[in-house]
């Protein structure tokens, strides 16, 4: 409710003073009761039009094409029309399905469901996983520690998880590192980082959402630095280090990152935040992780992004094909900023230069700027975070992927969730743009059975099949040469609005492309998972190449996400295509071009799993033949187990 | 002169209460409301419940959120009935998938959605909201004549505006 004593020039306990103190004598009084009641009215009205113009500081669902529900209910649904793929700039996990056909509904039995589950990707045993959170390497063990529910297989009653790795691939699951067990963070153990001092200790910084729900930050510890497990942690008795300062709202300040030391020698933290519509980063100095000056400027903000989550900030070598600590700076060396968009549920990178005298940060290319350009991941794939891994010097990269089918499936298989596998992250001297992804290689740790394919032939308008045994546990890097004779001879067309995203998918054939590898698909292609390119011609000739993941017949259940994820992928001058896809049952990630352009998507057939899911490469361009070589491995499974006998 | 300052004191409360009402949630109903492709549902969802008057954005989602559940519960209901007469198979199998939808909904997204707007991390309840719209979306796909509506058509079409509607609002809290 609005405070409407601002408009009255005479508040009532002044009043009397401010008369002309002759209560005796009439009019006096009848004219100042009437100014009084005349001010008042005046007041009234003023209010009512600056309430009319008020601030619109909601968002615009029109204006977001959030490809959501409601995108397609805005056709004014008399009945319950089928819903169309929308543009969807933004998808959420959880977005339209399209309309049934010729499906079963809920045909989710229990093979189906208990297939769904990986093998070589962390997820706890049962339950609700989401952001990752803290991860670190210590005395020979790599932590991870995530967002968890204990209870339902849906969001809520968050606490920290925790499991150690000597790879980061093989974990062990540990006990509940931190509960809600404090008033500051009583609704919510939420995401936080770790930094390791020049002591070697390590301090924990995370945000606790308190009894009033106000976002608060928080510092803990490990409880026994000589317990390589960390198995125990201890929060500082005076939390919170950090409330939201003024200006920002109690419900936008949270996930603090790992901190870096300035060239003063103080340790400096970001944490994203949001002013109206903008994003934007807060910076905070601090010497002991308990007492914090803020600065007075922003790392950076962008308009029209929305709130910054898991804010991630780290400097990459433009030389050298290592990783960086986080606090190196210097010549040769980018910082990236990278930030996870609540408004549509994506993560965000942008390469440019880190000022430490002012703790600001410029984009080398502001047309890509944070929140407006590159994405780490065209899929599901969201509140990523790095860490500087000083056991193997490199920069490695968590996401958490989310589920894309129902809940109602979710909670009869009893889980939801997974992360991907960790990522080495290095910037893209070729390119100069990008930043390369790319499946750690303990990952190669687990490859079994091998199969390589040389120079297969697949010309237009033909699926090849592939003859490996299991298709469920794969490792598959794949190359395609195209006859540049072909390239040179298509026509370019002016109509340059190819995307992945409102495409027709692998079903829509042009002249140089789509082709690719057909995953989780059976004997009959009736459902299929197209991993592919796509190749467009200007008409001035420039060629540009799209990598795609549809999964529009992923599936013959109606009630999962047939979107095609995708984007733009450079290709240089001299470069094959090429593709590393990591198949582990109901999580497919695909890596184009050594990495530049990547794709995680959820798929949940009702066929093609067991041994009824094949591989197939294909070829639905109408001039182009390809030849693709490729090796295929099988891929153990991780054994993901409790650590035993603890 | 008591006559007159009894007119001005009557001015006065009227402005007051005209006043009040200006900045009452009426006008809070409406520009939200706006952002959503129900307004008219949107409205009178929210007018019918008493909170509505002193209710924040927040305090409106809620208000959508139990709106959903109390319709989805009554769905429930219905489908329950008809599952106790039904002889034709095609429609006990949609009747009782529609039973898992709608439990998915009262005790999965619903509860979700809630703790989301009350944890302040809306971005649950936004995907929560959409889960409710797809399930009773997927209840009303399941019926084998899709000529024509199912015997729970406007139960679906009910908790699947309302759970647009949730969506839309949550969306704002982002």
New interface residues.
Partial sequence: ??D?NPLLPVSSSDGSSNLTGQATC?RPI?VV??IF?GL??VG?FA??LI?NNGP?D?????E?E?G???ST??E?AE??KP?SRGPAAGV??????A??GDLP??PWNNSMLSWQRTAFHFQPEKNWMNDPNGPLFYKGWYHFFYQYNPN?P???DIVWGHAVSKDLIHWLHLPLAMVADQWYDK??VWTGSATILHDGKIVMLYTG?TTE?V?VQNLAYPADQYDPLLVHWVKYPRNPVLVPPPGIG??DFRDPTTAWLTSEGKWRITIGSKINKTGIALVYDTKDFINYEMLDGLLHAVPGT??WECVDFFPVSETENNGLETSINGHGIKHVVKASL??D?HDYYAIGTYNDRNGTWIPDRPNIDVGIGLRYDYGIYYAAKTFYDQNKKRRVLWGWIGESD???A???KGWASVQSIPRTILFDKKTGTHLLQWPVEEIDSLRLKGKEFNQVRIQAGSVVPLDIDSATQLDIIAEFKIDSDALDKATGSSDASFDCVTSGGAAERGALGPFGLLVLADERLSEQTPVYFYMTKGSDGNLKTFFCNDQSRSSKA??VDKHIYGSLVPVLRGENLSIRILVDHSIIESFGQGGRTVITSRVYPTKAIHGAAKVFLFNNATELNVTASLKTWQMNSAFIQPYPNL | ?TK??SL?IL??VF?FT???V??SDI?LIQ??CK????YDLCVLTLKSDPRSSTAD?PGLARIVADSVNAKAIATLNQISALLKSVKDPTLE??L??CI??Y??II???I??AI??I???????A???A??A??????C???FAE?AS?SPI?SG??AV??L??VL??IA??L?
Avoid at chain 1, 92 to 97: G, Y
Avoid at chain 2, 35 to 38: L, Q, S, V
Wanted: proline content about 3%; glycine content about 6%.
């Fill in positions: 409710m609005a409407i009439r009848k009761v009437s009641f008042l009215t009234l209010a009512l309430r619109v909601y968002v615009d669902v029109h977001n959030r959501s529900l409601a209910a805005f004014k009945n319950l819903v959420s996990e959880k977005s339209n399905w309309f049934g509904d809920y339902a849906v969001w809520g609704n919510g959402s729900g976002q109690p419900n929305g709130m609540d408004d549920r129902s809940e109602a979710d909670v009869k109606s009630d | 002169m007159i300052i001005f001015e006065a402005c005209f006043f009040t200006s900045y006008n520009t939200n952002k959503t492709p129900f954005v199998k949609a009782e998938g898992v939808s439990n998915t005790q999965a997204d509860p979700v703790d989301a009350e944890k302040n991390n809306p971005k649950f936004v995907q929560s959409t889960d719209g797809n399930e009773a979306q997927a009303e796909n399941s899709k509506n058509f679906n079409k699947h505006d759970s647009v969506q839309s969306s704002l982002l």
